[in-house]
Nanobody, 123 residues
Framework: QVQLVESGGGSVLAGGSLRLSCATSGLSVPIYSMAWFRQAPGKEREAVAVLATTGTTYYADSVKGRFIVSEDGVKPTLYLEMNSLKPEDTAMYYC?????????????????WGQGTQVTVSS
């Protein structure tokens, strides 16, 4: 049973930075993809960054150049470095993972989710 636990969220001023972490357990297969999604109140869950097992990365246009997704392959632990934060980045951020090399921007594709970590950016 795969379990994901996010941490690192908080409240920051616009222009600030945060680093989110997603600790995994039960991810026993060597081939998997992981991603960060976010969901603001009243909005759909949207893909923020994807790190595929091939090393391919995807970033939403709204975060390109500001966010960096990375992984500590040992555990593994997924990270999201968020810089130059804007009020519109305010949302609950979720980590997700799925075995295999495929990935998708559709939240319905991903089978396992963490509980989320809240990021609030004030102007």
């Amino acid at each position: 049973q795969v379990q994901l636990v996010e941490s690192g969220g908080g409240s920051v001023l616009a222009g600030g930075s945060l680093r989110l972490s997603c600790a995994t357990s039960g991810l026993s297969v060597p081939i998997y993809s992981m991603a960060w999604f976010r969901q603001a109140p009243g909005k759909e869950r949207e893909a923020v960054a994807v790190l595929a097992t091939t090393g391919t990365t995807y970033y939403a246009d709204s975060v390109k150049g500001r966010f960096i997704v990375s992984e500590d392959g040992v555990k593994p632990t997924l990270y999201l470095e968020m810089n130059s934060l804007k009020p519109e980045d305010t949302a609950m951020y979720y980590c997700t993972a799925r075995a295999g090399s495929r990935w998708s921007l559709d939240a319905n594709f991903w089978l396992t989710w963490g509980q989320g970590t809240q990021v609030t950016v004030s102007s």
